[in-house]
């Protein structure tokens, strides 16, 4: 049975920063591309940013230069680091794997993350 379970989440002051994680378990970890996004209250779930198994990376314009994804095959664990939150991050982040091949893709339930003063 696959599971990916975030964490991490929470309530942060804007201008904060969190460490959101993902650990994942019935996959071969290191097939996957893994992958942050996030959804918002009436809005379109977006990707935040996503890393490939060979480590390679991209983000979304909206958390570049302030986020940083990481990933631990040895842990089956994803990353991401964010810093100077905005009241505009706060949503739903959810964990998503995809398969090298296409063929299988999973997701979390997702993290809360809150940015209120």
């Known amino acids: 049975q696959v599971q990916l379970v975030e964490s991490g989440g929470g309530l942060v002051q804007p201008g904060g920063s969190l460490k959101l994680s993902c650990a994942a378990s019935?996959?071969?970890?290191?097939?996957?591309?893994m992958a942050w996004y996030r959804q918002a209250p009436g809005t379109e779930r977006e990707l935040v940013a996503q890393?490939?198994?060979?480590?390679?990376?991209n983000y979304a314009d909206s958390l570049k230069g302030r986020s940083t994804i990481s990933r631990d095959n040895a842990k089956s664990t994803m990353y991401l680091q964010v810093d100077s939150l905005k009241f505009e991050d706060t949503a739903v982040y959810y964990c998503?794997?995809?398969?090298?091949?296409?063929?299988?893709?999973?997701w979390g339930q997702g993290t809360q993350v809150t940015v209120s003063s």
């Open positions: 019935g996959i071969t970890f290191n097939f996957y591309t």
């Open positions: 890393i490939t198994s060979a480590g390679n990376t």
């Open positions: 998503k794997a995809s398969h090298n091949s296409h063929r299988w893709q999973y």
